[in-house]
């Protein structure tokens, strides 16, 4: 089993930057994990997939509402994930969750049904 723990949440002005980490820890976690992502669910809406970035060639994918303005990334000992958000919006305002899928899963990277483990999520509020 994986665990992911988030952090760098916390409340921002519309405009500035947040930075959040997610730590992976258990057996085989650097290889065995294909993929990590981040999601985040609005209050009263539905999960949204945020970023993702897969473990060969590290390709990366963005969700629809990110528009460029995020990036996501990891260490190079693969274990720490990170989510650079930048030009926040009102409209970021979420729980964001870390998720990791292991090797062999078969799937779209941000689908939520992909991943297998989860994080506790860290809250983000950006006001306008």
């Known amino acids: 089993q994986v665990q992911l723990v988030e952090s760098g949440g916390g409340s921002v002005q519309a405009g500035g930057s947040l930075r959040l980490s997610c730590v992976a820890s258990g057996r085989q976690v650097t290889y065995s994990m294909i993929c990590f992502a981040w999601f985040r669910q609005p209050p009263g809406k539905e999960r949204q997939a945020v970023a993702s970035?897969?473990?060969?060639?590290?390709?990366?994918y963005y969700g629809p509402s990110v528009g460029g303005r995020f990036v996501i990334s990891r260490d190079d000992a693969g274990n720490t994930i990170f989510l650079q958000m930048n030009n926040l919006k009102p409209e970021d305002t979420a729980t964001y969750y870390c998720?990791?899928?292991?090797?062999?899963?078969?799937?779209?990277?941000?689908?939520?049904?992909?991943?297998?483990?989860w994080g506790q999520g860290t809250q983000v509020t950006v006001s306008s």
């Open positions: 970035i897969c473990t060969r060639r590290r390709e990366t």
């Open positions: 998720a990791a899928a292991p090797s062999g899963t078969m799937g779209r990277p941000l689908s939520g049904e992909f991943y297998s483990s």
